[in-house]
């Protein structure tokens, strides 16, 4: 005779139950971040999602969340800030690559510097960027429509030169959307 309880579980009701087990939200095997529970998120919007490694990232830099003022190399706030001290320790490094069938043709730094600077000496020289009033500023923007690619780039350095911003204006946003860019 068999001490075993006979399942009454009905049809339906045990179908739904394996559906909720196989849609049940598992533990990821490793975590990369957390959500930031120290502070109250700003309304409509999520608590900050942080990395696991901004501990050790902060330690290291004495730094805070808040700030996150840490630079690997003293005076070294920038982008160009960066790019000129690369071209100082490492100006012939290749930079910047475009593939060449199954080769890349590389740009160092110190060429990239160079190029992208004679370039904003260019546009300027030309009067191809005016200066706008807007929010008690005088502004220059430059608007960049371009694949991914290094030209993208050089422009985009050439513009940081000579304290330009960049707009990027992308094939996916349409005509409607790039003319308001523009406008």
């Not at 009454?8 to 957390?34: F, H, R």
């Not at 490492?90 to 004679?118: H, I, Q």
């Not at 985009?156 to 094939?171: E, G, I, R």
Request: aromatic letters at 12%; glycine letters at 4%; one cysteine or more.
């Amino acid at each position: 005779m068999s001490t075993e309880l006979a399942d009454t579980t009905k049809p339906a009701a045990k179908a739904e139950e394996n559906k909720a087990e196989k849609y049940k939200v598992k533990e990821p095997q490793y975590k990369y971040a957390y959500w930031r529970d120290d502070l109250p998120k700003t309304p409509g919007y999520s608590h900050e999602l942080i990395s696991v490694d901004s501990a050790d990232f902060c330690k290291s830099r004495n730094t805070n969340l808040d700030t996150l003022e840490g630079y690997l190399i003293p005076g070294v706030d920038t982008l160009i800030k960066a790019l000129d001290h690369q071209v100082k320790v490492n100006p012939n490094n290749a930079f910047l690559g475009t593939r060449n069938g199954n080769t890349y043709d590389w740009m160092s730094f110190k060429e990239v510097v160079d190029y992208s600077k004679a370039l904003s000496c260019g546009y300027v020289a030309l009067g191809l960027i005016p200066e706008t009033m807007a929010e008690d500023k005088t502004w220059r923007f430059l608007g960049i429509q371009s694949k991914n690619r290094k030209e993208w780039n050089l422009l985009h350095f050439a513009n940081m030169y000579q304290k330009v911003t960049s707009v990027a204006l992308y094939d996916t946003l349409g005509v409607e959307a790039t003319r308001f860019c523009i406008d």
